[in-house]
């Protein structure tokens, strides 16, 4: 017999305990689901009114001239914004035709007519955006439309407050939490002191003290103690009963002892064969009975013990009548009349098998001892319940002894002279009993017993396995076919082999497109591959704006895993635009913040917009060292410099206009400068070099805005020429690295990257380039600290942040450029 599991044991202290926890964590987490949904309103509220402040600002500056609608949008509608969220806008007039922005901004928004500011959540360009639209009114010759403002924000700013303010409300939450549980904890201790009373009270008793318990103890607890009075009780009783039925036992089993022992001794005594024999046949009789006594006993005991256990088991009838039958002698077994159906048969019964086993042995050996017939065994199906019957032909039972015989050590008066213990009937009325079936003494026609018992069937419960199939997942592979062009005119391609490439595999190329001059870059390359010998190089030397059209338009080839570009501006458009790979460089949290825009855009570089000029045609004295001063020179002395002065064209060149644009936004005398520069028919170049080659060969007198890092390397190489860092304010730009979003080797271009940001790499920017560390701290001459000190101005980083992207507003860029090249151009 398999040994009975116990449950295990637990602890109410622990359970109250857990209960309390679970109650409180509940309640925090309540409690914090409402706080996070607080700091996510509070988050939108505080955002939303910025991103209505930026639409406002920006149809503030909507236009009517010559009929049509012009919109010059405000620095501070973007400069307002944090610089970590992606911005995007559109201006649409009242038939939805895009004023200036995003065409597919517009295009996924409706027109709206109203001054308050309306905000929607939309997909674009892959992410969530928050968006706030307003509208306003303008009229124009005897009409008025509406102007639609849309402008667009990546939610990652606002999330980030609402995650701010939740993870200083969740600390206090916490807190308290745990005072709570530690409250909980000792108020439970006290409260089950008298349970440690109660316990002792019970260690302290006799093993046979079942007297109640008279300890006090709250009503709460006064339920378990009247119920252990009770079990204590109903203990007593058992034991009581117990006790009875030992002294019965052994009383029934002393008299057959006791007969065996005197037939035996006077067997022993006798000399006649004949009473010998007679004497020895007693002896035998009372062995039998006692036999059967103890038998019966000792299954009593079992089948009052398995009845206790309740193991039981579905187990058809059919089973065990051949169990039974089995076990009869063939004579006994002869006498059986079976009328079984097969329905009847099969049908399962939940009952312990040796306790059925012997409930129906117990009833056909009855039958074959009082009967000398057939015995009949039937079984029917009734409703839910099996119902067995077992008949014969004997003396049958007394209508007042029924209700007798079912006790233990009682029988009827038809027992009389047979031999039998009194507990068959008893052992099959406590099968029936514990089985929820019923017992029945019946009379049969003609003479004889009928004894029915109804067992309930065990209900089958059909389980069906579902078969599911699972369907294969086709994936079909496009092929995009590309044109390769091949490079522009203006671009030229070197590449750098691998000092060391790998032996077994091809050496990995890093593709850079880039706008520094090749031989600066080309140290840096040279640097890189120190640490990254197995890594070739290509390296492609173009031009700001031609570099950001090419990428838009797909024509860079092969495309590029790192682009690098002065023009800050149109690297930030990039990423904003979602074309920029994030990644994280360990060197990002020492990058100055104006030098880097989310973890999308990293400048590596310092680098002031200084003045140039020819030592030979610009006396010392009367170099100009301000931007006024400058524009006062070209205005006293037009002819002496008429076409011997150069700056950007700024509608060709990216750094040109980024730097012209940031001028505009500081000093107060950009258009004098301007029209300077149109007085004395300036002339206007796409770089740098081309400008430092002019004053150094002589051609040019003074050079504007030039970028400090060519002019810097120039001079050291030996160019006679002098650079003025201005004494009001120095624009400083950052040549900004970009990773795109579908770079072949990304990796490669990470590992660049870091390499730029790294001390190793922001060496080669503070010593030999000339191009300026960024990196507080670095040593060299050219570090940011050393460059700010050859001048005495304001040093003014131009800032990696959505700001920049007003200067790159379609209509605001048109119009500008239109002003500057109508002001600044040379005059026929």
């Known amino acids: 017999m398999a040994a009975r599991t116990h449950p ?13 926890l679970a109650l409180l964590v509940g309640a925090a987490a309540v409690l914090i689901a409402f706080i996070h949904d607080y700091a996510q309103r509070s988050a939108d509220r505080a955002f939303d009114r910025l991103l209505a402040a930026s639409a406002l600002t920006i149809a503030g500056a909507v236009q009517i001239e010559e009929g049509g609608i012009i919109v010059e949008l405000p620095v501070a509608s973007f400069a307002m914004f944090s610089g970590r969220d992606r911005v995007f806008h559109a201006v649409e007039d009242s038939s939805g035709r895009v004023v200036t922005g995003y065409d597919d901004l517009a295009a996924a928004l409706e027109n709206v007519q109203g001054t308050e500011p309306q905000f929607a959540d939309i997909m674009y360009r892959g992410e969530l955006m928050r968006v706030a639209s307003v509208a306003r009114l303008t009229s124009a010759a005897n009409a008025a439309d509406w102007v639609t403002i849309h402008v667009a924000e990546t939610q990652s700013e606002r999330e980030a407050l609402s995650a701010e303010i939740l993870g200083n409300a969740i600390v206090p939450v916490i807190a308290l939490t745990l005072l709570a549980v530690g409250l909980v904890w000792f108020g439970i201790g006290r409260m089950f ?8 009270e019970l260690r302290a008793r006799a093993p046979e003290d079942l007297s109640p318990i008279a300890v006090p103890v709250p009503s709460e607890v006064s339920h378990l103690v009247s119920a252990l009075n009770a079990f204590m009780a109903r203990l007593g009783n058992t034991m009581d009963r117990l006790s009875g039925l ?9 008299t057959p002892l006791a007969s065996l022992r005197a037939q035996a001794e006077i ?11 007679r004497r020895v046949a007693r002896i035998h009789q009372g062995a039998v009975h006692a036999s059967q006594l103890v038998s019966q006993l000792l299954m009593d005991a079992t089948v009052s013990h398995r009845l206790e256990s309740k193991e039981t088991d579905p187990l058809p009838l059919s089973a065990v009548i051949e169990d039974v039958r089995q076990r009869l002698d063939p004579d006994a077994a002869g006498r059986l009349v079976l009328e079984v159906p097969a329905e009847a048969g099969a049908a399962a019964l939940r009952v312990d098998r040796v306790a059925l086993r012997e409930m129906l042995r117990n009833l056909v050996d009855n039958a074959l001892v009082y009967s000398t017939g057939p015995v009949e065994i039937r079984a029917a199906l009734s409703g839910e319940a099996l119902r067995v019957a077992v008949s014969d032909r004997g003396p049958g039972i007394a209508e007042s002894e029924k209700p007798l015989v079912v006790r233990r050590f009682t029988r009827g008066a038809a027992g009389a002279g047979k031999s039998g213990s009194g507990l068959g009937l008893s052992i099959v009325s406590r099968v029936v009993e514990a089985h929820r079936g019923t017992l029945a003494l019946i009379d049969r026609d003609g003479g004889g017993l009928t004894v029915e018992v109804a067992l309930p069937v065990a ?5 069906r396995k579902a078969r599911r199939s699972a369907a294969a997942v086709g994936v079909l592979a496009c092929a995009v076919l590309a044109l390769n062009p091949g490079p522009s005119p203006q671009a030229a391609t070197s590449t750098y082999p691998a000092p060391r490439p790998p032996e077994t595999t091809a050496s ?26 197995d890594v070739t190089v290509v390296y492609e030397e173009t031009d700001t704006l031609p570099m950001y059209e090419r990428f838009i338009d797909g024509t860079l080839a092969p495309k590029p895993d790192l682009l690098v570009s002065s023009a800050a501006d149109l690297q930030l458009k990039l990423a904003n635009d979602g074309h920029a790979l994030a990644y994280d460089s360990p060197f990002l949290d020492e990058l100055p913040a104006w030098a880097r825009w989310r973890n999308e855009v990293f400048g590596f570089t310092f680098e002031p917009a200084v003045i140039i000029y020819n030592r030979d045609l610009v006396a010392e004295a009367e170099v100009p060292r301000t931007h006024l001063r400058l524009a006062e020179l070209l205005e006293t002395q037009t002819e002496r410099f008429s076409g011997k002065v150069a700056t950007y064209d700024i509608s060709v060149s990216g750094v040109g206009y980024l730097l012209a644009a940031q001028d505009q936004l500081i000093s107060s005398n950009f258009w004098r400068l301007a ?16 400008i430092l080659d002019g004053v150094a060969e002589g051609r040019l007198a003074l050079g504007y805005n030039v970028l400090g890092s060519y002019a810097f390397a120039r001079q050291a190489e030996g160019a006679d020429i002098g650079i003025v860092v201005p004494d009001d304010y120095v624009l400083v730009l950052t ?8 770079a072949p080797n990304a990796e490669l271009g990470k590992a660049f990257l870091d390499f730029a940001l790294s001390p190793a790499g922001q060496a080669v920017a503070a010593e030999e380039t000339a191009l300026g560390a960024v990196m507080a701290g670095t040593q060299g001459p050219w570090s940011s600290e050393a460059i700010a000190a050859r001048g005495r101005g304001v040093i003014q980083p131009i800032p990696l942040g959505p700001a920049l992207l007003v200067s790159l507003d379609r209509q605001r860029r048109t119009r500008f450029l239109e002003t500057w090249l109508e002001i600044a151009s040379p005059k026929p």
């Not at 002191?193 to 002792?200: D, G, I, S, V, Y």
């Not at 067997?267 to 024999?277: K, P």
């Open 193 to 200: 002191a008298p349970l440690t009373q109660l316990e002792e």
């Open 508 to 533: 990995p190329i890093l593709t850079i497109v880039g706008t520094t001059d090749t031989p600066l870059f080309a140290r840096f390359i040279a640097a890189f591959q120190s640490l990254r010998p």
């Open 246 to 254: 030992v002294a019965e036992a052994a009383h029934e089993v002393r």
């Open 735 to 742: 040549r900004a690295m970009v990773i795109p979003r579908n």
């Open 675 to 690: 029209n300077a520069f149109g007085r004395v028919s300036a002339q206007l170049s796409g770089s740098s070099p081309a």
């Open 267 to 277: 067997a022993m005594d006798e000399t006649d064969h004949q009473a010998l024999h």
């Open 8 to 20: 295990k044991t637990f602890s109410i202290r622990r359970r109250i305990l857990a209960l309390a």
């Open 459 to 463: 209900v089958r419960r059909k389980t």
